[in-house]
């Protein structure tokens, strides 16, 4: 099972990004999704989250600003992050709830290598 982020760079405050994050290999179910930051110096910190059923969540600092949605037959999450701030820098990871195992269903939480997102000013 993997997670594969893609669509960071750089962009210029005010301007948007889209980041995708596609979970592939052997799972049954997926359950919630999200996006996780970490700012150079900083804790990794929730930006948003997203149940199977479409309810979402997001981090104050980004609330009218990023829309995280899924496309579940594509197994897919997304974020979409428009008003872009220098403050939003940082590697943004992805991560989801996947329901695994054969002989012994389990959920596990896994995690994508992480995009890189720069915001200048």
């Known amino acids: 099972v993997q997670l594969v982020e893609s669509g960071g760079g750089l962009v210029q405050a005010g301007g948007s990004l889209r980041l995708s994050c596609t979970a592939s290999?052997?799972?049954?179910?997926?359950?919630?999704m999200g996006w996780y930051r970490e700012a150079p110096g900083k804790q990794r910190e929730l930006v948003a989250s997203?149940?199977?059923?479409?309810?979402?969540n997001y981090a104050d600092s980004v609330k009218g600003r990023f829309t995280i949605s899924r496309d579940n037959a594509k197994n897919t999450v997304y974020l979409q992050m428009n008003s872009v701030k220098v403050e939003d820098t940082g590697v943004y990871y992805c991560n989801a709830d996947l329901l695994v195992g054969r002989s012994n269903l389990r959920w596990n939480r896994y995690w994508g290598q992480g995009t890189q997102v720069t915001v200048s000013s």
């Open positions: 290999g052997s799972f049954f179910s997926i359950n919630d």
């Open positions: 997203i149940t199977s059923g479409g309810s979402a």
